[in-house]
């Protein structure tokens, strides 16, 4: 039979005394909940020592902790790991940890699949199954061996946070409130094709990063590549955008795939510059990666350094993203868990 508790992992400090109050405890039995939660990790009720034993069995009558260690682990030459995590659901999905000197970044997916069906990701051929709660969210962070390690989250993972919206904002608050892991929103990025109406609602109430998926400034190519493009123009949602203010620690960016021969003119450079004048804002280059059945090719080195030495001499401070975990199917884009695949260095855990 399959637990139909719920889990604790997730809920916000008020949440947490509503559920100690329902089963009799004080409500500050709550904050104590948080703690061994968000602070100490605890992964069963009964470690956590300083509720009375009557009220620990309470608790587990109705709750578990909410977390599931991971199903397996892939890592890569250049020491990127990905993992695939189970979900309430009985789905999984991909997260990936990107060691980098001192930083150490966890790229976590929000949906299992994507409803977006951009062109260049394999995600969006897996179709959409569904949106993570909270505490599936949560997971990836929590139960990830490297957890301690962290400096860094991005939801650039399976789906479109967007979409999923009131979950990443339960995810977020977590993470940046007191009661949780009280990290910095600056620690924070978050992605999005730019659903209007959502993307104003995240901007105006989170102050974590932003990353918009561009690639490209041409509303009819956007379109062929991105069919979001049709509700939600790019160029609307840089209007949008032209609202807020990321001149200060908030820092928005655009997430620009190159592919070659298709998106990597001089014209688009120029339609770029256009498009951001007046922003403050930086583009982040990316190399494609082939995936089946798409006749897309990736743009050659020098293509794309001459792409952002022509940006970035005209005001557009503009990077190339070091591409990170291919053999392993994690780089951006290649993320999919319809069909599981045998690949090198593959560690299955035993149950």
């Not at 061994?36 to 509720?51: A, E, F, G, L």
């Not at 034993?53 to 009558?61: C, D, I, M, Q, T």
């Not at 109705?62 to 695939?84: F, N, Q, W």
């Not at 102050?207 to 062929?224: D, G, L, T």
């Amino acid at each position: 039979m399959s637990d139909i508790r719920k889990p604790l992992l997730g809920m916000s400090l008020y949440e947490l005394k509503e559920v100690a109050k329902a089963i009799g405890l004080p409500a500050f039995a709550g904050g104590q909940i948080a703690k061994w939660i968000y602070t100490q990790h605890v992964k069963s009720i009964d470690d956590m020592s300083n509720i009375s034993k009557a009220g620990r069995e309470k608790l587990k009558e109705a709750y578990v902790i909410g977390c599931m260690p991971h199903l397996e682990r892939l890592e890569s030459k250049d020491g990127t790991v990905k993992y695939l995590f189970p979900t309430t659901s009985g789905k999984s999905v991909e997260t990936v940890f990107i060691p980098d000197k001192d930083r150490a970044t966890l790229c976590v997916s929000s949906q299992v699949g994507c409803k977006m069906n951009c062109l260049f990701c394999q995600t969006g051929k897996q179709g959409f199954e569904g949106s993570l709660p909270a505490s599936d969210i949560l997971n990836q962070i929590y139960s990830l061996p490297e957890r301690e390690r962290l400096t860094n989250i991005v939801f650039m993972g399976q789906g479109e946070p967007m979409d999923n919206l009131d979950n990443v904002l339960r995810a977020t608050e977590v993470l940046t409130a007191p009661y949780g892991y009280a990290w910095s929103p600056k620690r924070i990025t978050v992605s999005s094709v730019g659903v209007k109406t959502k993307l104003k609602r995240f901007l105006d109430e989170s102050e974590c990063h932003v990353a918009i998926s561009m690639h490209s400034p041409f509303h009819e190519q956007r379109m062929q590549l991105m069919p979001a493009e049709r509700a939600m123009p790019i160029e609307s949602v840089v209007e949008l955008l032209r609202n807020y203010n990321f001149s200060h620690q908030r820092r928005l960016s655009f997430e620009y795939i190159m592919f070659g021969g298709v998106n990597d003119s001089t014209e688009h450079a120029k339609e770029i510059i256009r498009l951001t004048r007046g922003l403050s804002c930086r583009v982040n280059l990316i190399r494609f990666h082939k995936i089946p059945d798409v006749d897309l090719r990736g743009c050659d080195e020098r293509k794309m350094e001459s792409f952002r030495d022509y940006l970035t001499a005209h005001g557009v401070f503009t990077t190339i993203r070091a591409s990170r975990g291919q053999d392993i199917f994690a780089a951006c884009g290649l993320l999919n868990t319809a069909h599981r695949k045998g690949l090198e260095k593959k560690e299955k855990i035993e149950k």
